[in-house]
């Protein structure tokens, strides 16, 4: 049969573009973002410390992390970790990374359901996004539906992880944005730029599952063509 072109890859083309323009554009407004400082002179330690006074959580520990974009919150230990940079600096950046990540501890604090739903789903994720590629092409190789089927389901498992994060961080920026307002951390003028920071972050999430999407797309097609051959 010789060489040809898989059209599907189109599919994976498309994905690498969208992730690629979204992650751009992140960069580049955070760099943007990172050199301008807030009126108040908050780090993002501050910045943390002040949103869960607000939001009346005092159980919840602020700590730097090594590395940049290492930024996080650990329910299990109950601790809001901040990368060097965003934990001392007082970047309109820096203060919007700390109040999202303080937004996923208020998440946690009041069961917020979707973050629940979330973490029960990391170790199904886990399973999906490792045994998807080799039991599907498996199911190829070996001309067996069952496994080729078996694939797809799992990285459907995948998909459905990256498609509940989305609420999930969309809500944490969401809360940031209004304890950074009400709590007058960031001036009117400043929440403007937050804004931005935290949608062009939120935007890298929808490209990544709509990357996921496109390649649960081609396992179908792959799966279809070669059932009918
Ligand atoms: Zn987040």
Redesign the pocket.
């Given at each position: 049969m010789g060489y040809y072109i898989d059209p599907t890859y189109l599919l994976l083309i498309i994905g690498m573009v969208l992730t690629l323009i979204a992650s751009a554009r992140m960069k580049s407004t955070f760099s943007r973002y990172k050199t301008v400082r807030s009126a108040s002179g908050l780090t993002g330690a501050e910045t943390a410390q002040r949103v869960l006074m607000t939001a009346g959580i005092s159980d919840v520990r602020i700590q730097p992390v090594g590395g940049s974009l290492t930024d996080?919150?650990d329910p299990r230990t109950k601790t809001v970790n901040l990368s060097t940079d965003v934990y001392s600096q007082t970047s309109i950046a820096a203060v919007c990374v700390a109040a999202?990540?303080c937004?996923?501890a208020i998440q946690h604090h009041i069961d917020y359901a979707p973050l629940n739903f979330r973490t029960a789903l990391v170790p199904v994720a886990n399973l999906g996004s490792s045994l998807a590629w080799p039991v599907f092409f498996a199911g190829l190789v070996f001309s067996l539906p069952i496994l080729t089927t078996a694939g797809i389901v799992l990285f459907a498992l995948a998909v459905l992880f990256q498609l509940v994060t989305l609420p999930?961080?969309f809500n944490?920026?969401s809360r940031a944005l209004r304890m950074l307002e009400s709590s007058g951390i960031l001036t009117m003028e400043e929440n403007a730029g937050a804004r931005k920071v935290l949608t062009a972050a939120a935007l890298t999430y929808v490209a990544a599952l709509a990357s996921s999407v496109l390649q649960l797309v081609r396992l179908m097609l792959l799966s279809n063509r070669r059932s009918r051959k």
């Open positions: 996080h919150y999202h990540e937004g996923h999930v961080e944490a920026s």
